[in-house]
């Protein structure tokens, strides 16, 4: 009865999430950014100021629909452990494309974040900021895949390489005209990369 009550209490507390990352969304759109205020979001949603800060920090926060994630477990597990190839780069590879394929709030949403993001780019330094506060729970993934012998500035790199990835693939698709899936254009990207780091300088 416990797992049930559980269950429904964080099911309920997701759909209120939701509801005010939509609300933000539709009221960015009807007015402008700007003229949103966390007031509004609120009301359009449902719910009291007290309500949306148990969810978010700002108004910012709600526009980009960001909030406290952690990569998929079973993807994690298998990365630290080595696999699924035992090759660094397409393991990096793999755990990215498994991210990007099962965004916290799902696709849609994350598509409008990255639209208004785009005019305003305090947002995209928001963003990064939070991202970079799971800085933690990335290197000690890292850590684990490469074994307690690796150093700390190892360990950025292979962090700072896999949230390269991750960024440059979402630009890539959004450059596309958001067609398709984001996922399908991180191959590409890893491609280029490969192609970058064996590129000889000119003679």
């Known amino acids: 009865m416990q797992e049930v009550d559980q269950g429904l209490r964080a099911r309920k507390k997701r759909a209120r999430l939701e509801a ?15 003229q949103v205020t966390v007031e509004a979001i609120c009301a359009e949603a449902g719910c ?10 700002s108004k910012d926060d709600a526009v980009l629909g960001m909030t406290q994630w952690s990569f998929d477990s079973e993807a994690a597990e298998v990365f630290a452990a080595g696999g699924p190839t035992g090759d660094l780069l397409p393991d990096l590879e793999e755990l990215v494309r498994v ?15 990255f639209e208004l993001a785009k005019g305003h780019p305090e947002l995209l330094i928001r963003a990064y ?27 950025h790199l292979v962090g700072a390489l896999l949230m390269s990835l991750a960024h440059s693939t979402f630009v890539r698709w959004d450059s596309s005209g958001q067609t398709g899936e984001v996922q399908e254009y991180l191959p590409s990207v890893v491609s280029d990369l490969a192609g970058i780091l064996t590129t000889r300088a000119p003679a």
Do not use: W
């Open 129 to 155: 900021s939070l991202i970079q506060q799971h800085h933690d729970d990335t290197a000690e993934l890292v850590r684990r895949r490469l074994g307690s012998g690796c150093d700390e500035a190892t360990t």
């Open 99 to 113: 991210v990007l394929g099962h965004p916290p709030l799902g696709k849609e949403r994350m598509a409008r974040a």
């Open 48 to 57: 009291s100021v007290r309500t949306f800060f148990n969810y978010f920090e």
């Open 20 to 34: 005010l990352v939509d609300a933000t969304h539709r009221l960015a759109a009807e007015h402008g950014l700007d």
